[in-house]
T-cell receptor
């Protein structure tokens, strides 16, 4: 149980374009979802926390207008990287809390973004 | 605020040898502690967690960890390493208000 999927797993795009990444909880309802980014050989850095039906809370230094997060349902959250640039290239990972198990986050497989 | 320190960015063991990955935490409230494993180009998989109760926690794949409050530690062990254990391991802490704080990670290499 507690499976999270992400789509796409890999994306290559041109500089200036926007990219949408989907995060789905497949077998549980996630009232809260998290978005992380991970640079090579580094740990995960929390970007934002999203609660279903409300605006996301962004961590300090994360541009909310650049990284748009929508948590439209209890099983789907999306991250849109707007006007992507090469420095946005990274590994993006989402996670979610299962209802009734708020202390544990279950992670998706990640999305590798390469901006040319 | 919480913080996590993982001692040793790289650990190398021989197949069949004991695995010990160190994690020390800082928390102003009783912590929840986690170990996650990450294989290349994949997300994080939960190995085990400590919330309350028994301080020795058993997880998947033969791993276990012991919460030692006096030492503010939550070290991860496995009696006998297997080649498939080679991966990166992350220790994390939360103050129960959702946000996880991760350590820098430890890459485990298993030699045949």
């Amino acid at each position: 149980g507690a499976v999270v999927s992400q789509h796409p797993s890999w994306v290559i795009c041109k500089s200036g374009t926007s990219v949408k990444i989907e995060c789905r909880s497949l077998d549980f309802q996630a009232t809260t979802m998290f978005w992380y980014r991970q640079f090579p050989k580094q740990s995960l850095m929390l970007m934002a926390t999203s609660n279903e039906g409300s605006k996301a809370t962004y961590e300090q230094g994360v541009e909310k207008d650049k990284f748009l997060i929508n948590h439209a349902s209890l099983t789907l959250s999306t991250l849109t990287v707007t006007s992507a640039h090469p420095e946005d290239s990274s590994f993006y990972i989402c996670s979610g809390h299962a209802r009734g198990g708020k202390e544990t986050q279950y992670f998706g497989p990640g999305t590798r973004l390469l901006v040319l | 605020a919480q913080s996590v320190t993982q001692l040793g960015s790289h650990v190398s063991v021989s197949e069949g040898a004991l695995v010990l990955l160190r994690c020390n935490y800082s928390s102003s409230v009783p912590p929840y502690l986690f170990w996650y494993v990450q294989y290349p180009n994949q997300g994080l998989q939960l190995l085990l967690k400590y919330t309350t109760g028994a301080t020795l926690v058993k997880g998947i794949n033969g791993f276990e960890a012991e919460f030692k409050k006096s030492e503010t530690s939550f070290h991860l062990t496995k009696p006998s390493a297997h080649m498939s254990d080679a991966a990166e391991y992350f220790c994390a802490v939360t103050n129960r208000r959702d946000k996880l704080v991760f350590g820098a990670g430890t890459i485990l290499r298993v030699k045949s």
